[in-house]
């Protein structure tokens, strides 16, 4: 790597708050040695590879469509190895905190404004500049659908961060799981992509490995990004925050050895395996390019220029580089100057709300809306097993 190649990759983790001089640790450790990267979903993947070659998706995906609380009974007429699998995996780990989980829903609660933010216009974006995520997704079905597939994503995260999303009221466990399953079909489907195959530096797509990668991307970067904003977080949202993640990686398949255990472990785990993997791609681009397209069809009530200025603000402005993304300095002043104000009237340490609360907030609801089936349901998007790449591929 070229002296110039490393100060980047140090000045973007610094930028993202990922990155510092003691992070040269062991990325993770397995007491067996195994090797993440080389870690899949093996039952689960040969159980979809079957569905998909057998042409019996569709037809699961219409049973599926109603099985959605945590609580709902399997629906009839899904194959007998499918309804074996789910029956084991639907349920929490024996090492989950039912308390920590109800913390984390009330943290959620608390905390939305900025986890929509942070979530949507942060690591939205970030996953673009993740080579093998992005160019995954542009040669799957969802990079041709990229509203369709940011309203799935964000029902991901809607699910997850809702109050009781682990209670069997609850639909964080089902939508986790009809997740791992998509995971299985693309790992069974790109890699008879010629296309995916040119550029992939991995044979097979989605590892553990992979999934770690994704989940630094979200939680420990929202994280610190909290702490950097100065947030008010108490140590027990703090943990109660990790210990849901930790929960959802490990529905979507992730080895328990591999999940990080502490904010300690999960910020070396990010400086070692994604700040320096991120990257520009052609892929991510045009990703990144029908992201941010998409907020054309809906009134944020801010300029393009202000949502760029607020990527870049959020991740750096080499992001905003890699990307193309235009300045508009006017907006990045507002940005600079606004965001911490807003921060400070919304944890009450100011009395009075300052110029420019209230474009923030529109911009926020807005922003999270957008997501939402195409801006036009409340709750969530269908998740549904693809059953080809994207067209072309």
Do not use: C
Not at 150 to 176: C, I, M, N
Not at 177 to 200: C, D, E, G, I, Y
Not at 325 to 342: F, M, S
């Amino acid at each position: 790597m070229s002296n110039l190649s490393r100060r980047n990759v140090l000045s973007l983790g610094v930028a993202l708050g990922l990155v510092s001089a003691a992070s040269a640790v062991p990325a993770w450790a397995s007491t067996d040695g195994a090797d993440p990267w080389w870690v899949w979903d093996d039952e689960v993947d040969r159980l979809v590879a079957g569905l998909v070659d057998g042409g019996r998706v569709p037809a699961v995906n219409t049973a599926l469509r109603s099985w959605t609380d945590n609580d709902d009974p399997l629906p009839s007429g899904l194959p007998d190895d499918l309804d074996g699998w789910l029956r084991r995996v639907n349920r929490l780990p024996s090492w989950a905190d039912p308390a920590k989980l109800r913390r984390a829903a009330d943290f959620n609660r608390r905390k939305d404004t900025y986890l929509f933010l942070l979530y949507g216009l942060g690591s939205g974006i970030m996953s673009t500049v993740i080579p093998r995520e992005a160019r995954s997704v542009y040669w799957s079905a969802g990079g041709a659908a990229m509203q369709d597939r940011a309203a799935k994503t964000f029902t991901f995260g809607y699910d997850l961060s809702e109050a009781g999303a682990f209670e069997p009221s609850g639909q964080f466990v089902v939508t986790a799981n009809k997740t791992r399953l998509v995971h299985a079909a693309v790992r069974h489907l790109l890699p008879q992509s010629p296309h995916w195959r040119a550029v992939a530096d991995e044979r097979i797509p989605i590892s553990n490995g992979d999934i770690l990668v994704t989940f630094h991307s979200l939680g420990t970067f929202v994280h610190r990004k909290l702490r950097e904003w100065h947030v008010p977080m108490s140590a027990a949202d703090e943990d109660a925050f990790l210990h849901q993640w930790q929960v959802a990686i490990h529905l979507l398949g992730v080895r328990d050895e591999f999940i990080p255990q502490t904010w300690a472990a999960a910020d070396a785990q990010s400086a070692q395996v994604l700040t320096p993997l991120l990257a520009p791609t052609p892929e991510g681009k045009e990703l990144a390019a029908d992201l941010l397209g998409l907020t054309a069809q809906i009134d944020l009530g801010v300029t393009r220029g202000f949502l760029n200025e607020f990527v870049r603000y959020v991740l750096s402005n080499e992001v905003g580089d890699w990307l193309g993304l235009p300045r508009d300095y006017a907006a990045a002043t507002l940005i600079r100057t606004g965001w911490p104000a807003y921060i400070a009237f919304r944890e009450g340490l100011l009395p009075i709300a300052p110029a420019g609360f209230f474009l923030f907030d529109q911009f926020i609801r807005a922003l999270a809306m957008l997501f939402l089936n195409k801006g036009t349901s409340p709750t969530s998007t269908p998740i549904t097993i693809p059953t080809g790449n994207r067209p072309g591929a």
